[in-house]
């Protein structure tokens, strides 16, 4: 499978614990997307990187979020202290781009969907 | 502030009747525009594309619509199938020379057989 790859696909987790998501994005592609869905809403932008820089963040992503691409391969999204208002589906999407904007689709994940108790 | 919406949440139609989903954006600064497809338990699919310097583009069953002078984009699907059954997100990449996709809330299109 040659898409973009996210893990775990499903997490169940207590309010207050941490919990990192994985995204494998398509081997090619230079720019890495976390956006994250709430039932019956499109997906909200949270973050991207170009390579291993983080060139954006929204003012959705908490200081108890935080997104990582250290090689410019995959990316990590870790939320600590989780809260029921946490629970969404995340997704991650991965395009190649040569300039500032967007040059073409972005490809998604499946997604991984967390529910906070 | 930024935002892309949609006029109606579902659309109900005919199987092999064409449908037309419609989306309104508020910042007159997008250049670019998506229209994604999402099936229950996926991530969104994309469909098809248009930037700014046009106002139609025509795919496999689909042609996407821009009409910048009212901010609105359509999407039509031809000859409407079971399999097209799924809700339908335009997206729009806002002000700025950014590297995001900022979505509406999305249009369930639900194909009766």
């Known amino acids: 499978d040659t898409g973009v790859s996210q893990d775990p696909r499903h997490k169940i987790t207590k309010r207050g614990q941490n919990v990192t998501f994985r995204c494998d994005p398509i081997?090619?592609?230079?720019?890495l997307y976390w956006y994250r869905q709430t039932l019956g809403q499109g997906p909200e932008f949270l973050t991207y990187?170009?390579?291993?820089?983080?060139?954006?963040k929204s003012r959705l992503l908490s200081d108890r979020f935080s997104a990582e691409r250290p090689k410019g391969s995959f990316s990590t999204l870790e939320i600590q202290r989780t809260e029921q208002g946490d629970s969404a589906m995340y997704l991650c999407?991965?395009?190649?781009?040569?300039?500032?904007?967007?040059?073409?689709?972005?490809?998604f994940g499946e997604g991984s969907r967390l529910t906070v108790l | 502030g930024e935002s892309v919406g949609l006029h109606l949440p579902t659309l109900s139609v005919q199987e092999g009747d064409n449908s037309i989903i419609n989306c309104a954006y508020s910042?007159?600064?997008?250049?670019?525009f998506i229209w994604y497809k999402q099936e229950s338990g996926k991530g969104p699919q994309f469909i098809i594309d248009?930037?700014?310097?046009?106002d139609k583009r025509q795919g496999q069953r689909v042609t996407v619509l821009l009409n910048k002078t009212v901010k609105h984009l359509s999407l039509q699907i031809a000859a409407t199938q079971p399999g097209d059954s799924a809700v339908y997100f335009c997206?729009?990449?806002?002000?700025?020379?950014?590297?995001?996709?900022?979505f509406g809330q999305g249009t369930t299109l639900q194909v009766k057989p």
């Open positions: 997206a729009e990449n806002g002000s700025g020379n950014t590297g995001k996709l900022i």
């Open positions: 999407a991965s395009s190649f781009s040569i300039g500032q904007g967007i040059d073409g689709e972005l490809f």
């Open positions: 990187f170009q390579n291993e820089a983080q060139l954006e």
């Open positions: 248009i930037r700014s310097n046009m």
């Open positions: 081997s090619e592609h230079n720019r």
């Open positions: 910042n007159s600064a997008s250049d670019y």
